[in-house]
């Protein structure tokens, strides 16, 4: 690890910036992880889209739907590509804890930079606070690597900004993903933005985010690498503007992105997102893949409708 555990939030704070991206796995024709695929779009994204962070194998990762040992194998990928050019932060959510545990060890060693653990699914709780407070707890007393909440509504509720403000006093907790309405994460932004590093995934939010609460991550999603192309960083643009403070001329450049967004997300089948994205990913030159059961893929009908809303978005000219 390149901190120890009473340096993880300073660690964090000095270097969880900027744009990371939620990678999607790619899977081969037989179902099998895409390594030289992911490998492949890992390069792209750092090399060409200048992403600076990536958060591996979460749920665009269809996780879900892989072993323990072929999560392990997409963490280790991930930190070799990344390893002296951008950051990883590898999700070892899991409702059973010991695969937590096993995962998170795992990051450890191989030197992620941090971990993230989605908050359970919990049966039969009353005191959710109390479970949680002890669940992150647990965590951070067997782990030394710095450890990122998630909160969103997959697992049946959503974790109270006041509940966060807690956990993050432990000493190892540097941030939290926090999928929620705004009101809630800019309320714990102003809790507790001196103890962990708060980001949520919308994209169509980011820019106000850093000129209202001064955010200086994206965490993240996958819109770093399905509206960006080497020739066309806009969204890393209108970021740069804003962290030196230029907003007027960010929020140019940001609404300029609205035609992409319109087209990307108008072409979304509800029920396939990941079948969507991985399929715009190979219009824009990238390996998207198959994706696993239980996973919808896109009918012949719906590519058709897809590559229309690619075209009309511009961003390949």
């Known amino acids: 690890m390149k901190y120890s555990k009473k340096e993880a939030k300073e660690y964090a704070f000095q270097n969880m910036k900027g744009i990371w991206a939620a990678a999607l796995n790619p899977f081969d024709e037989e179902f099998s992880l895409d390594e030289r695929g992911l490998r492949s779009n890992l390069r792209h994204w750092i090399d060409d889209l200048e992403i600076d962070g990536f958060f591996v194998s979460g749920k665009q990762g269809e996780f879900f739907s892989m072993s ?78 710095g450890i990122a909440m998630w909160s969103h509504p997959d697992s049946g509720y959503l974790m109270e900004p006041e509940l966060c403000n807690e956990i993050a006093n432990i000493k190892n907790i540097v941030a939290i993903k926090y999928s929620v309405p705004r009101d809630m994460y800019k309320k714990l932004t102003l809790l507790a933005n001196d103890r962990i590093i708060v980001s949520t995934a919308s994209e169509s939010d980011w820019y106000e985010n850093i000129v209202e ?101 511009g961003l390949i000219k």
Request: hydrophobic share 35%.
């Open 68 to 145: 323990i040992e072929e999560r392990k194998k997409s963490f280790l990928i991930a930190v070799d590509e990344c390893y002296g050019k951008a950051q990883t932060i590898v999700s070892c959510s899991d409702q059973n804890f010991e695969t937590v545990m096993e995962l998170g060890k795992y990051a450890e060693n191989i030197g992620a930079d941090y971990i993230v653990v989605h908050a359970p699914v919990l049966n039969f709780v009353s005191d959710r606070a109390e479970v949680l407070k002890n669940y992150y707890s647990e965590l951070s007393s067997k782990l030394n690597i």
């Open 213 to 313: 609460l001064d955010w200086k991550l994206y965490l993240c999603s996958s819109p770093p690498f399905l509206i960006q192309t080497k020739n066309d960083k806009r969204m890393k643009k209108y970021t740069d503007l804003a962290f030196n403070k230029n907003f007027k001329e960010a929020k140019v450049v940001r609404d300029s992105l609205d035609t992409v967004r319109k087209a990307f997300h108008s072409s979304k089948p509800e029920s396939k997102p990941h079948a969507h994205q991985k399929y715009w990913q190979e219009l824009l030159g990238q390996v998207g893949g198959r994706t696993r059961f239980p996973n919808l893929e896109l009918t012949d009908e719906e590519k058709k409708r897809i590559k229309h809303a690619f075209i009309s978005s």
